[in-house]
């Protein structure tokens, strides 16, 4: 199977929410100690806890890009518990492709990445 | 390389296709080694040294015999400077423990270079954080070679260990060994060379480059996994500590004394890797057939092929110097996440690694968080780097 879709293509090319949001100051970065990728996120959060807005950088490969970026379209308006719930089999439906067990870590870094920046809030 | 050798290895004769160009991470294992690894589980498995019927004898024989045969093989004085243990990061660990944490202090330095992989590199940390010792590193130069002009500055009588590598495992520089030690004897500084991905690929001669202690694994020299080999000289051997306690390394045990057996036993506790270090025999007579000149010939022409080809990439930067390069090359491509490079050649069954190579404060230098990486071994060719480069004018395409 070609995980190199028109879509993930696209999300890595030009990933939605890149970038830091100016007006938050905690930003955290999470690391895969398999590849020494990092991403680094802010999550806006509203009264109720919901998310609000992300915004995030990161240097790793097409897969993670576009996981984060994906994600961070569909998380906007959902908890912290929304998020912690999602299946890695729920991230690969979103991206539409089957990844191998050591693709699959690229794709989870994204949701680690979200609900430690919301952890780390609470 | 006078034939293919391709047919020698059951896995690249299984899936005639794959281009294997990950031989760094660890090599293929020739039937030579399989058949010698094969008959002692068939014909005289035992446990070693304390047998006293024919198929121990035969097991202790064989195992004692591999001593030799890798004293030889890098060009130590005698079997008892051979240590066997589980690769090169236990062989290390080794030298840390039983060796630097009590010959180093407070005050003193260990010098380790740029290019280290993290076994030669966390070891030397963790000794510094324990005894007060300050670690320094050796700095790279802009061609990817040690630059030894600061190594010469840096080193002094505060200098008590070396650490360096004999073949860069990210970039294939390969370091002037003798030099270095020269140049630290002089200060009565030891040298440490991490031998892993040197020997299956250049000579390596403790004896004429003058190594206090070597380190290598066999797996990346078409050995089996989980055995490697510690050589240190026997001054150094005769005031190591074990560490690890236990059975075969003991010469008497009572509740008031415990005596300790000799160099080398005393540093190989428990029942050791007994057919893993039978197939490193093998794989060391493998590689002697062949001969390592032939082998450093034959894989000079494909890193010299390879640098060729790939230069002529657009947007592909090489980490690997033009001379002294071994068959180690790590490069990138603008725009394009090494993972990727990687993932795309594996759909074209061409195996290369890509990541931070265990090497992340070379990483840092380099200014990436990851390469791509490929390594040769003696049965690649020519074709393989031409499929490569197929492959990745195919990544090009994907991303562009
Ligand atoms: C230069 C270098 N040193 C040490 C090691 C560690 O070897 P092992 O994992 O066999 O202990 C490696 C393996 O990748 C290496 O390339």
């Known amino acids: 199977m070609d995980i190199y879709s028109e879509i993930i293509l696209d999300h890595y090319k030009h990933p939605h929410h890149h970038g830091l949001l100016s007006d938050v100051k905690d930003h955290i970065t999470v690391h895969n100690p398999l590849c020494g990728d990092t991403i680094t996120i802010e999550v806006m959060t509203d009264p109720h806890d919901r998310i609000e807005n992300v915004g995030f950088e990161s240097t790793g490969c097409a897969i993670s890009t576009a996981t984060m970026s994906m994600l ?51 | ?57 035969h097991a202790s024989g064989a195992y004692e015999q591999v001593r030799e045969i890798v004293a030889r093989f890098i060009g130590a004085d005698d079997i008892s400077q051979i240590i066997f243990t589980r690769g090169t990061t236990e062989s290390i660990n080794l030298v840390a423990h039983g060796w630097a944490e009590t ?37 790279l130069s802009d061609d990817f070679t040690l630059d030894m002009d600061a190594y010469a500055r840096m080193l002094s009588k505060k200098v008590k260990l070396v650490c360096v590598t004999a073949i860069s495992n990210v970039t294939g520089t390969t370091n002037d060994i003798s030099t270095i030690t020269r140049m630290a004897h002089e200060y009565g500084a030891k040298v440490l060379v991490d031998g892993a991905q040197g020997v299956a690929h250049r000579s390596c001669d403790v004896e004429k480059d003058d190594m206090d202690f070597f380190a290598f694994s066999g797996h990346k020299m078409y ?37 300790y057996r000799d160099v080398p036993t005393r540093f190989e506790g428990g029942t050791p890797p007994i057919a893993q270090v039978i197939g490193l025999g093998a794989a060391v007579q493998f590689i002697e057939t062949i001969g390592i000149q032939e082998i450093c010939n034959h894989e000079r022409m494909l890193s010299d092929y390879a640098h060729e080809k790939l230069s002529k990439i657009d947007g592909l930067t090489l980490f690997h110097p ?63 780097i031409d499929a490569l480069i197929l492959a990745l004018h195919a990544v090009q395409e994907k991303f562009i």
């Open chain 2, 1 to 57: 390389m006078k034939k293919n050798l391709r047919s020698q290895f059951p896995l690249l004769q299984a899936d005639n296709e794959l281009v294997y160009l990950d031989n760094a991470a660890t090599t293929q294992t020739p039937s030579v080694v399989l058949d010698e690894i094969y008959k002692y589980y068939t014909k005289y498995r035992a446990n070693i040294h304390r047998g006293i019927y024919d198929i121990s004898e």
């Open chain 1, 72 to 122: 961070s379209d569909r998380i906007i308006g959902k908890t912290c518990e929304d998020v912690i719930q999602m299946t890695p089999e729920d991230i690969q439906s979103m991206l539409g492709v089957t990844l191998s067990p050591s693709r699959i870590k690229c794709a989870i870094l994204g949701q680690e990445a979200v609900v430690r920046s919301l952890e780390h809030k609470a």
């Open chain 2, 322 to 384: 033009v001379i002294n390069g071994s068959s180690i090359l790590s490069f990138s491509m603008k725009g394009i996440h090494p993972h990727d490079i990687a993932a795309i050649c594996n759909t074209q069954n061409i195996a290369i690694r890509a990541g931070h190579h265990c090497a992340q404060p070379l990483m840092k230098r380099l200014g990436v968080s990851a390469t791509a990486r490929i390594s040769f071994g003696i049965y690649n060719t020519k074709e393989d």
């Open chain 2, 223 to 259: 050995g089996p996994t989980g055995v490697g080999v510690l050589y240190g000289k026997p001054e150094l051997l005769a005031s190591m500590d074990p560490f690890l306690y236990g059975g075969g390394m003991v010469d008497l045990v009572s509740l008031e004394e415990v005596t």
């Open chain 2, 103 to 139: 010959h180093v202090q407070k005050g003193d330095e260990i010098l380790v270079s740029e290019l280290e992989h993290h076994s030669n590199f966390v070891p030397w940390y963790e000794v510094c954080k324990k005894t007060g010792a300050q670690m320094k590193i050796i700095s």
